[in-house]
């Protein structure tokens, strides 16, 4: 087959040489993605392009709305309109997505966005690499949920992890962030993409009752309600407001705590199905660097320096961010004797990292405040200081 | 009285009964408030267009309107403030043959929701909108809006407005609709029939109905009876179909031009253009 051809298909099965941004757009359209909603914005817009690019030929949609507000409302839409969804932003469009991340959340839709992140607080660094949005994806919208976010930091993973976005947003209903960073996003390296037949698929679970006894928002034991979408006869009945089994909006202290709690729990009791982390050269750690994104990459650097130096330090990299790995940190705060957490913010997953020892080990975080990612040696150099 | 109209009175059948949830009536609505008779001539107009009911989809955003969709047997969305216009595009592009319907009012729709208005008329998206204008917040408890005009007295403007309001029909002709029509909620019959060739039309259909709000704005503007607003529709209100949509602003003293003032065949809507580009996409292949 020639390349020519190639393009046109869901899957672009074959190697490349290419970007982060791209990646995750070519992992987006080889589970089946058929909507992207977006609004231009550095260092996100070239996914956003490649959607343009792929998505009609594909038979999809691609709109470009007015603002970031109407890009998540909109992939929303287009969930309920039975179509996998997703929108890509950076930090100051992804705090107007929050409201209607929200609404995603309560109403039980899935979508992915991926957030590339950038410098902030405000318009910060557009063009610079951040990885200050950690909290604002597990706390930006009002109301109690547990989001699923997973962060890639490679150009393999981001595409790859594309794909395992829409796998958990299909199967536990809600929307789910890719977390990127600008590093990540516009570096380029190799992508192999497999064949069509090796991409796992996860679709929205059916209703098998009649429209007549249907309940749209009456969950399975696994607390996750089978999902009728508009046109199929089920007249579904979808609202923000807290709202009983038959989606009716129903307020009243009962039908709050039913809802709310069964939201949140469909997520924490998969916690071992949806926790990812990669664990390097921990087994005789004695000393742990915790890092994810782009500063994985130079933290794993680090690890092999600190042991030519004849220091045992390991690195446990986070895939999963939310819901937080925590059970596993505190089994590793019972091994070594101190957590370096090198991130760029002020401390963002230090403080998780903080909560889930117990107190059991030292924790100290490595803070770089935007525009580049750690060099290995600084975080040896740390490390060295207090050795 | 004939034994079937007698019959009829005498039943608890409702001519409506299946376009309704049932379980979701009494409804919110104030006594006198116009939104009830709004959402009979909606089901009518519905009913009467011929679309499979499978393939309506209503919409709405937050405020007394915006609670209409939850009311109707139909796939019905109750999404955030303002933001029912960028949803209904996703169902509406997500399937050619849907129509969907986008009815809430006018603080969701020209104020925190304006933005989503302009461009969806821009890109001539295929959904119809239905506005209830009654000139102030209703639910938050009447707090003056985008369309409050000068001089009204609402919560936060216990001084009169001094803001202009916007003249919905022109912002929406101005912006592209293929459809722009008012009527006050006295007239239902036009107010149903805008309702029906607002549904048929493909594009970006719009229709302004000045509804009746006895609670929170009515009774702040010596109109405290739902009747008393129906009366001050029925002397201000001036029909005509023609009018330049520039000269139908409303204020104080203004009479209140009512009519279908745009009626636009054979403009490409959003959807067609899109299903355009994937041919065209689809061309280049090999």
């Not at chain 1, 107007?96 to 966005?113: A, S």
């Not at chain 1, 090796?198 to 089978?226: F, M, Q, T, W």
């Not at chain 2, 309506?56 to 029912?84: M, P, Q």
């Not at chain 2, 355009?276 to 996409?281: E, G, P």
Request: proline content about 5%.
């Amino acid at each position: 087959m020639s390349k020519q051809k190639q393009k046109f298909l869901e899957v672009s099965t074959g190697e490349h040489f290419t970007t982060g941004n791209h990646a995750a757009a070519e992992g987006a359209l080889a589970v089946g993605c058929k909507f992207f909603g977006g609004y231009p914005i550095t260092p996100s817009s070239e996914i956003a392009e490649h959607m343009a690019l792929r998505l009609p030929q594909l038979g999809g949609n691609f709109v470009q709305f007015e603002d970031e507000i109407a890009s998540i409302i909109g992939i929303l839409g287009a969930s309920w309109g039975g179509v996998k969804s997703m929108t890509a932003t950076s930090g100051p469009g992804y705090s107007l997505m929050v409201e209607n991340i929200g609404l995603g959340m309560m109403t039980e839709t899935p979508c992915v966005i991926i957030n590339v992140q950038r410098g902030g607080p405000s318009t910060g660094l557009p063009t610079l690499v951040g990885q200050q949005d950690i909290m604002q994806t597990k706390w930006g919208s009002h109301g109690d949920f547990e989001p699923i976010v997973l962060c890639p930091s490679s150009v393999q993973e981001c595409f790859e992890l594309a794909i395992e976005a829409f796998n958990y947003a299909e199967k536990y209903r809600l929307p789910v962030t890719l977390l990127l960073d600008e590093t990540l996003g516009h570096m380029s390296e190799r992508l192999i993409i497999p064949d069509a037949s090796k991409i796992g698929k996860v679709e929205r679970k059916k209703p098998k009752d009649s429209p007549e006894e249907h309940l749209p928002y009456k969950a399975d034991d696994d607390l996750i309600p089978p999902m009728a979408v508009a046109g199929e006869g089920y007249k579904v009945m979808v609202t923000g407001l807290t709202h009983d089994e038959r989606g009716y909006p129903n307020l009243n202290v009962e039908t709050q705590d039913k809802l709310v709690r069964r939201i949140n729990d469909k997520i924490r009791l998969n916690k071992k199905d949806i926790i990812r982390v990669e664990e390097y050269k921990l087994d005789d750690a004695e000393i742990a660097i915790i890092a994810f994104g782009s500063v994985a990459r130079a933290a794993k650097g680090s690890v092999n320096r600190a042991r030519k130096n004849g220091i045992k330090v390991g690195l446990l990299r986070l895939i999963t961010i939310w819901p937080f790995p925590d059970e596993r940190i505190e089994a590793l705060a019972e091994q070594v004797k101190k957590i370096y957490v090198p991130e760029i913010n002020y401390g963002q997953i230090t403080r998780e990292v903080e909560r889930s020892v117990h107190g059991k080990t030292e924790v100290k975080g490595i803070f770089k405040l935007g525009g580049a990612i750690h060099n290995p040696q600084e975080i040896l150099k740390e490390i060295e200081g207090d050795a | 009285m004939t034994e079937d109209q007698k019959e009829l009175l005498e039943s608890e059948a409702h001519p409506l009964d299946g376009f309704l949830r049932e379980g979701r009536i009494p409804h919110i609505f104030c006594p006198a408030c116009s939104l009830g008779s709004i959402t009979n001539v909606l089901i009518e107009a519905i009913n009467e267009s011929g679309i499979d009911p499978k393939k309506i989809a209503v919409v709405s955003g937050i405020g007394c309107t915006g609670r209409i969709a939850g009311y109707l047997n139909f796939d019905s969305f109750h999404t955030t403030h303002g933001r029912s216009i960028p949803f209904a595009i996703g169902l509406s592009v997500t399937d050619p043959e849907r129509k969907v319907i986008v009815v809430s009012g006018d603080g969701d729709l020209f104020a925190i929701g304006g933005n989503h208005f302009i461009h969806a008329a821009r890109r001539n998206a295929n959904i119809t909108v239905i506005c209830v204008n009654n000139f102030n917040y209703g639910m938050t408890g009447g707090q003056a809006g985008p369309t409050t005009y000068a001089g009204q007295f609402q919560t936060t403007a216990p001084y009169g407005s001094l803001e202009e309001p916007f003249n919905i029909p022109n912002l929406a002709a101005s912006c592209g609709a293929v459809y722009v029509a008012r009527y006050t909620a006295l007239d239902v019959r036009r107010v149903k029939e805008a309702f029906s060739e607002a549904i048929a039309k493909n594009g970006f259909s719009f229709v302004e109905v000045l509804g009746s709000c006895p609670t929170t704005y009515g009774r702040r503007n010596q109109l405290a009876e739902g009747k008393k607003i129906l009366e001050f529709f029925a002397e201000k209100t001036v029909l005509n179909h023609d009018a330049d949509t520039r000269d139908v602003r409303i204020d104080k003293d203004s009479p209140i031009i009512v009519g279908k003032f745009v009626d636009i065949e054979d403009k490409p809507t959003l959807t067609d253009n899109l299903l355009a580009l994937q041919r065209v996409s689809q061309a280049k292949k090999g």
